[in-house]
């Protein structure tokens, strides 16, 4: 049976809303077991600092702020932070003066390490109920999904800028 338009287009809104609702909600938990176990004395915006600088060691403090969705300022605020406890080192860029280069410390890389575990552990514990066929379609799903925002978010291979993005459906379905 051929889907029509309009059945294709209700089936991709009710996908997109079921990620726009269940990936906040998983986050409050990731977050609300972080601060119940201490997670190394990390805040939230510490900890996704610390995993963007891991992935993007060099990157600048504009690279960090755009990724937390926060001002330049805040973001400064949180590098600042993570500098005074050795997580993080800030560098002046040798080839352009007026950027920031910020890289984890050794200790910065244990502590993201550890932090890592907490929320981990607290995530399989909430997986440990359900039966192994329902982990793989997760599991599945996740990549899936991974797969699709890694290509609009540049990820993988080419960088894609702003403004490109447009409506990619029918391309992408037809890889």
Same mark, same amino acid.
């Given at each position: 049976?051929?889907k029509s338009n309009t059945e294709e287009k209700l089936t991709l809104?009710g996908c997109a809303l079921e990620v726009m609702e269940t990936v906040?909600?998983?986050?409050?938990?990731?977050?609300?077991?972080?601060?119940?176990?201490? &997670?190394?004395?990390?805040?939230?915006?510490q900890f996704r600092s610390l995993t963007f600088l891991n992935r993007?060691?060099?990157?600048?403090?504009?690279?960090?702020?755009?990724?937390?969705?926060?001002?330049?300022?805040?973001?400064?605020?949180?590098?600042?932070?993570?500098?005074?406890?050795?997580?993080?080192?800030?560098?002046?860029?040798?080839?352009?003066?007026?950027?920031?280069?910020?890289?984890?410390?050794?200790?910065?890389?244990?502590?993201?390490?550890?932090?890592?575990?907490?929320?981990?552990?607290?995530?399989?514990?909430?997986?440990?109920?359900?039966?192994?066929? +329902?982990?793989?379609?997760?599991?599945?799903?996740?990549?899936?999904?991974?797969? &699709?925002? +890694?290509?609009?978010?540049?990820?993988?291979?080419?960088?894609?800028?702003?403004?490109?993005?447009?409506?990619?459906?029918?391309?992408?379905?037809? +890889?």
């Amino acid at each position: 049976m051929v889907k029509s338009n309009t059945e294709e287009k209700l089936t991709l809104l009710g996908c997109a809303l079921e990620v726009m609702e269940t990936v906040p909600l998983v986050m409050r938990f990731i977050r609300a077991q972080m601060r119940s176990q201490g &997670a190394l004395d990390l805040s939230v915006p510490q900890f996704r600092s610390l995993t963007f600088l891991n992935r993007h060691p060099g990157a600048s403090l504009s690279d960090l702020a755009e990724h937390l969705g926060v001002t330049r300022p805040t973001a400064s605020a949180t590098v600042e932070r993570l500098v005074q406890r050795g997580l993080v080192n800030r560098a002046d860029d040798p080839t352009e003066r007026r950027r920031l280069v910020l890289t984890l410390t050794v200790d910065g890389e244990d502590h993201l390490q550890q932090a890592r575990e907490v929320a981990r552990s607290s995530v399989a514990g909430v997986l440990a109920e359900l039966p192994e066929a +329902k982990l793989l379609q997760i599991s599945q799903g996740l990549a899936l999904l991974g797969e &699709a925002f +890694k290509e609009e978010a540049g990820e993988a291979g080419g960088q894609r800028s702003r403004g490109q993005g447009g409506n990619n459906t029918s391309q992408r379905a037809s +890889k």
